[in-house]
């Protein structure tokens, strides 16, 4: 399973979102810091659920990490997350 996939796969079992967009932006950082071979270093999460839409900006960002847990986030150089 990608890194993509396990993203999608843990915010859909968590959240149940409306909308879940999970985009793989690795190349657009090539030979910046955290990249590597064959990619899935760096993301962008756009995600719309109504247990996030109360919470403030920083408790979703928050509350999407907390979902993706500390060994997924670990093998991610870098997360862009958009919720709502």
């Known amino acids: ?15 149940a ?6 985009v793989d932006e690795s190349e657009s950082h090539r030979g910046h810091g955290g990249w590597r071979e064959g990619g899935e270093t760096h993301f962008r999460v756009r995600i719309r659920a109504a ?8 408790a979703r960002h928050r509350a999407v990490h ?13 997360l862009a997350v958009d919720a709502g």
């Open 1 to 15: 399973m990608t890194i993509s996939e396990e993203i999608r796969q843990r915010l859909d079992a968590h959240f």
């Open 66 to 78: 907390g979902a993706l847990g500390p060994g997924l986030m670990a093998r991610i150089h870098a």
């Open 17 to 22: 979102p409306e909308v879940l967009e999970v």
């Open 51 to 58: 247990e996030l839409g109360p919470m403030s900006r920083l």
